[in-house]
């Protein structure tokens, strides 16, 4: 644990450097690692099902070696079946938890559990953290059940947000944005 600790800990400066948002799941995912994996982050759009609005590389920024079909995946189940009960979780209470905790704590139907069977088991992910950040959602995953420590989890929250991925994957958003508007010289 004192390693993924003293990690995350010198993360913030390293993210502050980052010009694009893959670095800085990149950069995530190099402090965590091998405790955890980063899955990714995503900016919840104002409308939960509204699709179109779910664009890959604009507010949806996974991991690279995460399988290029999760993505469709998580999309096909999520319009089939709702919003999942991660995401529910993570939009209602605005902390953060163990997936294994949002099964345990939610009473899920079978149709509830499209998620995890029907998703994540299958990727191989058998737990994972979620951290919701303001109207961003960044996720680690493990192919164990975690039992993260109340430091632990501190940590990687913290090096979530520390001026951090979230903000600085905004910011990057904004820059690209600002920058292609701008006329030419």
Excluded at 95 to 100: A, G, I, L, M, V
Excluded at 108 to 127: E, H, P, Q, T
Aim: aromatic share 10%; with cysteine; charged share 25%.
């Amino acid at each position: 644990m004192a390693t993924l600790v003293q990690s995350l800990q010198q993360v913030g400066d390293e993210i502050a450097l980052c010009r694009y948002p893959g670095a800085v799941i990149e950069t995530l995912h190099a402090a965590v690692r091998p405790t955890l994996n980063v899955l990714g982050a995503w900016r919840v759009p104002r409308r939960y099902e509204d699709w179109s609005a779910w664009r890959l590389n604009y507010n949806v920024f996974c991991h690279r070696d995460l399988p290029a079909t999760f993505f469709d995946a998580w999309l096909v189940g999520a319009k089939e079946n709702g919003q999942s009960a991660i995401a529910a979780m993570a939009t209602r209470e605005g902390r953060s938890f163990t997936w294994s905790e949002c099964m345990r704590e939610v009473n899920l139907s079978a149709k509830g559990r499209w998620v995890f069977d029907d998703l994540l088991f299958k990727y191989g992910m058998r737990d994972g953290f979620c951290c919701p950040i303001g109207p961003w959602i960044l996720h680690y995953w493990s192919n164990k059940v975690l039992d993260l420590s109340p430091a632990m989890r501190r940590s990687v929250l913290g090096g979530s947000d520390s001026r951090g991925s979230a903000d600085e994957i905004d910011d990057q958003k904004t820059a690209r944005r600002s920058a292609a508007s701008q006329p030419a010289d």
